[in-house]
């Protein structure tokens, strides 16, 4: 019998490759994106301090309304717009991208893009 490859713990392997290179600091926060089958979530995280600085999700109630009658790929940009809006009311505008292991495509890509509409620079 052929061992069908688990795509999490493929996606995990290459999170943690891509993590050595990327750090988030105060001045230039990380941008991490987490896909689950239904919703998006997206953070700020300072990985000096280990801190949360800003979040945002699909699942949050304000956005519900918003999020009613579009698509994921559409929620996805929409999340990662709010998001950039967040951060650039506290001041951050140069982030760290990090996809979470993830392929640049689909509902990240829309979520990437929705973050740069808003202002942010990555």
Do not use: W
């Not at 290179?21 to 941008?31: A, M, Q, V, W």
């Amino acid at each position: 019998m052929i061992n069908k490859p688990n795509k999490n713990a493929i996606r995990q392997k290459r999170h943690l490759r891509i993590r050595k290179d990327i750090n988030g600091s105060e001045k230039c926060p990380r941008l991490n994106v987490y896909r689950s089958t239904s919703h998006i979530y997206g953070q700020l995280i300072d990985d000096v301090s280990g801190n949360t600085l800003i979040s945002a999700n699909s699942v949050e109630k304000e956005l519900s309304v918003q999020l009613k009658d579009k698509n994921k790929v559409q929620q996805a940009a929409l999340v990662g717009e709010i998001l950039g809006k967040r951060a650039i009311e506290k001041g951050y505008n140069k982030i760290v991208f990090d996809r979470g292991g993830y392929l640049y495509t689909g509902r990240v890509a829309a979520f990437a893009d929705g973050a740069r509409k808003a202002g942010l620079n990555f």
